[in-house]
């Protein structure tokens, strides 16, 4: 099983298994009957994801879960209703709601996650499909072996597509299927299952090893290239077709909506329809997020992967200690400031609570990415600058240069590039130790062992394997190879220029526009607080109109706040995700950034807000 899968799934399969050992005895028929009626979608994704699971233990698994939640949402209800005085409206929203969803909420998730895993990771391999592809040619353009070919790409590759490759070795070896010729076509027809230009690539490739000359070959193996090139750029631009409306969605239902739920509260609460702390609590901090959260979750699973981030780790464990130290010391200096004697001094007593959680969330996310991301955007400038530099290389070594030469004559030419002065170093290692370039690169004290561009030591691996051949083929596969990663770098950015507008629109609403509206409301309510004190007559912090309670101000300034937090993370969370994908570091360091500024507006939006209104 691949890397990603074990994380995604081993704790699933564990329980999986778990309940169909304790409970799954005796129940042949039902086994039986599951893994027949089972669906195709359900077979193909434990296939996919190479988890050890049949169907009826999917099942099972749901079965049993649901009725536990359901049968502890049954218990949970009957204490509440012997201990907690409700009226119709509570029992329907705290007791009848929750046991009617959650359950089934259980079951659909329980049931479908293999597909969806299964789903991500084929989105996720989507960019990885034309790398994959060029690296089977250029091997076989070198030594036309099939074994050798999926043996150098499965080397070179990332993650899902890496795994996948060696199970077509790992297939002939564990003798399920008798030649290596027939593991490659079986597993060109389970892959072709999703991506037909994938399949009609593959095919392509295995057709021209059956070519009888070189001609021919060559032939065979760049239509290949062809095909899933251009597949993949027409799926790509279908799949960020797809995305616009959900995205708008995403937007108009988990931002718009609630931020004119909670600008209408004050104006609800003149009309005579009360809402209390924890329904408030409830529906603004936890259900809307929590909806918000699995959309744009739902949706991030439909993004075509791309070029992986660099894995980029700290030097020195010393480093992580002190944002984790910051954040606690912020926490611990802005939480006394909320204390009850002096909430009945400050309007908005309770905002350094919100101050504390924001800034120590803030203070880690970007002390703990500051140095990650600085290093993260010069591996990523690098790797835009490689497709050209390998264009010079390729075409200096056509003219019959070394690779030595080649390599110091690239990097003279693009003086003032990151990519420059790698290529020199590699130059100058090689001048002076007269070692191999395999050796210098890769060798026991190599200069890209410990590299975080996946992508340069995968290119330049390929440049290793292909300088061992004439100058002129050489020189032409690693040109090949640079119109291949100037392709997909642009495939990438185009992804990002269709959605810019939409991602701006989400940014700057969690930046300013959120934080304005929710303090103005806040504000507003803080202010009818004190006019219906005087109409009324009111004890406490909060009002009563209409025979019910309502909210205490300073309680609703937290609540929006906190509101307001949420919303930032999964805005943050979602537009990070679109531009870099699976780009960690970029996240927290963009979350850093952006919550002090939506907390400070927010506050200051309270605050001023209520002076002019008042």
Same mark, same amino acid.
């Given at each position: 099983?691949?890397?990603?899968?074990?994380?995604?799934?081993?704790?699933?399969?564990?329980?999986?298994h778990?309940?169909?050992?304790?409970?799954?005895? !005796?129940?042949?028929?039902?086994r039986?009957k #599951?893994?027949s009626?089972?669906s195709?979608d359900?077979k193909?994704?434990l296939?996919?994801?190479s988890?050890?699971?049949?169907?009826?233990?999917?099942?099972l698994?749901?079965?049993i879960?649901t009725?536990?939640?359901f049968?502890?949402?049954?218990?949970?209800?009957?204490i509440?209703?012997?201990?907690?005085?409700?009226?119709l409206?509570s029992?329907?929203?705290?007791?009848?709601?929750?046991t009617a969803?959650?359950?089934l909420?259980?079951?659909?998730?329980?049931?479908?996650?293999?597909?969806?895993?299964?789903?991500? &990771?084929?989105?996720?391999?989507l960019?990885?499909?034309? #790398?994959?592809?060029?690296?089977?040619?250029?091997?076989?353009?070198?030594?036309?072996?099939l074994?050798r070919?999926?043996d150098?790409?499965?080397?070179?590759?990332?993650?899902?597509?890496a795994?996948?490759?060696?199970?077509i070795?790992?297939?002939?070896?564990?003798?399920?299927?008798?030649?290596?010729?027939?593991s490659?076509?079986?597993?060109?027809?389970?892959?072709g299952?999703?991506?037909?230009?994938?399949?009609?690539?593959?095919?392509?490739?295995?057709?021209?090893?059956?070519?009888?000359?070189?001609?021919g070959?060559?032939r !065979?193996?760049?239509?290949a290239?062809?095909?899933?090139?251009?597949?993949?750029?027409q799926?790509?631009?279908?799949?960020?077709?797809k995305?616009?409306?959900?995205t708008?969605?995403?937007?108009?239902?988990?931002?718009?909506?609630?931020m004119?739920?909670?600008?209408?509260?004050?104006?609800m609460?003149?009309?005579?329809m009360?809402i209390?702390?924890?329904?408030?609590?409830l529906?603004?901090?936890?259900?809307?997020?929590?909806?918000?959260?699995g959309?744009?979750?739902s949706?991030?699973?439909n993004?075509p992967g791309?070029?992986?981030?660099p894995?980029?780790?700290?030097?020195?464990?010393?480093k992580?200690?002190?944002?984790?130290?910051?954040?606690?010391?912020?926490?611990?200096?802005?939480?006394?400031?909320?204390?009850?004697? +002096? $909430?009945?001094?400050?309007?908005w007593?309770? &905002?350094?609570?919100?101050?504390?959680? *924001?800034?120590?969330?803030?203070?880690?996310?970007f002390?703990?990415?500051?140095?990650?991301k600085? =290093?993260?955007?010069?591996?990523?400038k690098?790797?835009?600058?490689?497709?050209? $530099?390998?264009?010079?290389l390729?075409?200096?070594?056509s003219?019959g240069k070394?690779? #030595?030469?080649?390599?110091?004559?690239t990097?003279?030419?693009m003086?003032?590039?990151?990519? $420059?002065a790698?290529?020199?170093?590699?130059?100058?290692v090689l001048?002076?130790t007269?070692?191999?370039?395999?050796e210098?690169?890769? *060798?026991?004290s190599?200069?890209?062992?410990?590299?975080?561009?996946?992508?340069?030591?995968?290119?330049? =691996?390929?440049?290793?394997?292909?300088?061992?051949?004439?100058?002129?083929t050489? !020189?032409?596969?690693?040109v090949g190879?640079s119109? /291949?990663?100037?392709?997909?770098?642009?495939? #990438?950015?185009?992804?990002?220029?269709?959605?810019?507008?939409?991602?701006?629109?989400?940014?700057?609403?969690?930046?300013?526009?959120?934080?304005?509206?929710?303090?103005?409301?806040s504000?507003?309510?803080?202010?009818?607080? /004190?006019?219906m004190?005087?109409?009324?007559?009111?004890?406490g $912090?909060?009002?009563?109109f !209409?025979g019910?309670?309502?909210?205490?101000?300073?309680?609703?300034t937290?609540?929006?706040?906190?509101?307001?937090?949420l919303?930032?993370?999964?805005?943050?969370?979602?537009?990070?995700?679109?531009k870099e994908?699976?780009? +960690?570091?970029?996240?927290?360091?963009?979350?850093?950034?952006?919550m002090?500024v939506?907390?400070?507006?927010?506050?200051?939006?309270?605050?001023v807000?209520?002076? &002019?209104?008042?």
């Amino acid at each position: 099983m691949n890397e990603l899968t074990n994380k995604s799934l081993t704790g699933y399969e564990a329980m999986c298994h778990g309940i169909s050992l304790r409970f799954g005895k !005796g129940m042949g028929t039902f086994r039986r009957k #599951e893994n027949s009626s089972a669906s195709k979608d359900l077979k193909n994704a434990l296939m996919f994801t190479s988890a050890a699971l049949e169907p009826y233990e999917v099942a099972l698994t749901a079965y049993i879960l649901t009725f536990a939640t359901f049968m502890v949402m049954i218990l949970v209800d009957a204490i509440l209703l012997v201990l907690v005085p409700m009226d119709l409206l509570s029992i329907v929203f705290y007791i009848l709601i929750p046991t009617a969803c959650l359950p089934l909420a259980v079951l659909s998730l329980v049931a479908t996650y293999p597909k969806m895993q299964a789903r991500r &990771l084929r989105n996720k391999a989507l960019g990885r499909l034309p #790398e994959a592809i060029n690296y089977l040619v250029m091997s076989m353009k070198l030594s036309p072996s099939l074994d050798r070919a999926i043996d150098f790409a499965a080397e070179n590759l990332d993650e899902p597509v890496a795994s996948a490759m060696k199970r077509i070795l790992w297939n002939v070896y564990m003798r399920k299927h008798h030649s290596i010729e027939e593991s490659f076509v079986s597993f060109s027809y389970e892959w072709g299952d999703w991506n037909e230009d994938f399949k009609r690539a593959l095919y392509a490739i295995r057709a021209a090893e059956l070519e009888r000359t070189q001609e021919g070959l060559n032939r !065979g193996l760049e239509k290949a290239s062809d095909i899933i090139l251009t597949g993949t750029k027409q799926t790509m631009e279908t799949y960020t077709a797809k995305l616009s409306g959900p995205t708008f969605i995403l937007f108009a239902m988990g931002i718009l909506l609630p931020m004119i739920l909670g600008s209408m509260l004050p104006m609800m609460s003149v009309g005579g329809m009360s809402i209390g702390a924890a329904q408030l609590v409830l529906l603004m901090d936890v259900a809307i997020p929590l909806i918000s959260f699995g959309y744009a979750y739902s949706i991030l699973g439909n993004r075509p992967g791309t070029t992986p981030p660099p894995h980029i780790v700290h030097s020195s464990r010393t480093k992580n200690r002190y944002p984790l130290l910051g954040a606690i010391l912020i926490a611990a200096l802005l939480v006394p400031l909320a204390l009850p004697q +002096l $909430a009945t001094t400050f309007a908005w007593g309770y &905002l350094p609570i919100l101050w504390a959680i *924001g800034g120590a969330v803030s203070f880690y996310m970007f002390l703990s990415a500051r140095d990650l991301k600085r =290093r993260s955007d010069q591996i990523k400038k690098l790797e835009d600058e490689l497709p050209d $530099a390998l264009f010079q290389l390729g075409s200096r070594i056509s003219e019959g240069k070394a690779i #030595e030469a080649a390599l110091e004559r690239t990097s003279e030419t693009m003086k003032g590039t990151l990519i $420059a002065a790698l290529f020199h170093r590699m130059a100058r290692v090689l001048q002076m130790t007269r070692t191999s370039l395999d050796e210098a690169l890769f *060798g026991k004290s190599g200069i890209l062992n410990d590299h975080p561009s996946r992508i340069l030591r995968a290119t330049m =691996r390929t440049v290793v394997e292909v300088v061992k051949k004439d100058a002129v083929t050489a !020189g032409q596969t690693i040109v090949g190879l640079s119109n /291949h990663l100037r392709d997909m770098r642009k495939v #990438e950015h185009e992804i990002r220029t269709k959605l810019s507008q939409v991602m701006g629109m989400m940014t700057s609403t969690a930046l300013i526009f959120a934080p304005v509206v929710l303090g103005v409301t806040s504000a507003l309510y803080f202010v009818m607080a /004190h006019v219906m004190e005087g109409l009324k007559g009111i004890s406490g $912090a909060g009002f009563s109109f !209409g025979g019910g309670p309502i909210v205490p101000f300073q309680t609703f300034t937290l609540v929006l706040g906190v509101y307001l937090f949420l919303t930032v993370l999964i805005i943050t969370y979602f537009v990070s995700g679109m531009k870099e994908g699976d780009d +960690l570091v970029d996240m927290r360091y963009q979350i850093g950034r952006t919550m002090p500024v939506a907390l400070l507006i927010y506050s200051v939006a309270s605050m001023v807000g209520g002076m &002019l209104i008042g």
